[in-house]
């Protein structure tokens, strides 16, 4: 549904995008995982023709986002990072024209208008300016209005940005019955929990190029080689003898104790039960912790430093 | 013009008035109650006493007054709404994200400062036949004056909410530009009483033409060049609506 090639933006020197290219299928949730200015909104306001590409190409449906605008954006919604609303209107009028712009007939747009309050669970609140709703209420509304058009392929620009736990789950909740109705979506986000939870890829994106991508799992076996056993022993089994046969083990590339608490790391996991069998043989183990790499261990890998 | 088109320049249209009409209070203050202080203050108090050649300032200031109205109601309503929809609310990049084309959104706010200006003027007309007996003669071809004025003043609206930074900006250049503007296009005094030099740069600008032409019809004096006036006034509409577009597109789309 989307595909990008070899996608360049500059902005005067600065190059905010720098040759991505990717691609997102139809009914997948696509992540787009980086710190701020890494060129997540840049990628997104070219596929919605906000901005033009330096170099590349950009496709929706098939279409090129420059040369066919129209019928790309006629397949489009977008939630954007800020709840741009007519300061003016009521949130049921401000939906009611957005929808006007996308062709949607009156009759149809005003029972579509209903289900989007309703869905963003904003119906009491129809008569209000969108200054007057809660920061999860806005989120909710941008989601609800790029949902409008029912279009095919929603763009969302870090939906929970800013949000607090509660309406973070409840956007979640949200994205999640998107892809059960058969969306596609593409979702940006700083939030290394949130991608790992909603998308079925990821594409890393630091400083305009896009790091690697994967499977949220993949993502993370990329690091297999750094699962961590921390196990506790009762106090009076601990030997030498414990730590030569730890260390005989294939695959284990690590063990360190401290008191009664013994750290192991090893490169697979297959090698875990070798490791615990051994253990249990020749001591009694009051706690076993297994650590396995996170997302954001990986983007600590790839990157080099803390997301942004 | 496509369907598509026609829909989306209405559908933009149609909010413009939405608000409009929502806040006419606001409006009405504004662009009505200002010119009828000016006619009750130089036209009926201060005009009884001067005739400029042998016509009653009264009846020469009308016509100025009424392209006060049109000037007014379509350049400053339109620039203030798209100066914010661009920097405060943001609404445009949500309009452009929908399958519309920036010509599309640009004709729609043109149409509604059109039709903002024509609904302002109407008003002003009604109230000065009762109020000051005033005539203003062939309404259609007025009508037609003022349609293209307010199309040239909505477009240079445009130009001003894409070129200036911010609404501080605007301010200035509304006090510094569009005020002498409207004062010294032939609104409050002949144009043969500026000083030379600064005449045939005056003559160009639309709203003089515009003016003029319907203070001679207001008049009933026979006016040979009105369908010159007329091309003039469209030809300088159609290249600052080209150039409004050029800066919108420069503006929004990076």
New interface residues.
Partial sequence: MIEVENLVKKFGDMTAVDGISFKVGRGEIFGFLGPNGAGKTTTINVLVGLSRPSSGTARIAGYDVTKDPIRCKERLGIATQDANFDRHLSIRDDLFYNGLLHGIPRRELKKRVDSALKWSKLEKYRNKRFYKLSGGMQRRLVVARAMLSDPEILLLDEPTTGLDLQSRMQVWESIKNLKKSGKTVLLTTHYIEEADVLCDRIAIIDHGRIVTSGTPDELKRMLDGNIAIEVTLNPEAMNEEIESDLNRISGVNLVEIKSNRIKIGVNDDTIVEDVLKSLFTKARVSEIDIIRPTLDDVILHLTGREIR | MKT?TA??VL??W??EM??YL??LHVYATRLVVEPLLFIFIFGMGLGRRVVIGDVNYLDFMAPGILFMVATNNSYQTVSLRLM??RE????L?????????PFEIVLGYVLAGVVQALVACAVFIVLMSYIADISFGCIPLILLFIILTAAFFSSLAVVTAMWLDNLYQQVVFTFLVIVPMIFFCGTFIPITDLPNRVQPVIDMIPLTVAVQAVRMITLSIENPYLWQNLAYIIVCGVTIFSVGLYLFKRR???
């Fill in positions: 598509r829909r989306v559908a933009v149609e909010r939405y608000d929502k806040n914010i929809a405060w609310d943001k609404t990049i949500t309009a452009l994200t929908a399958p519309v084309k929004v789309i990076t």
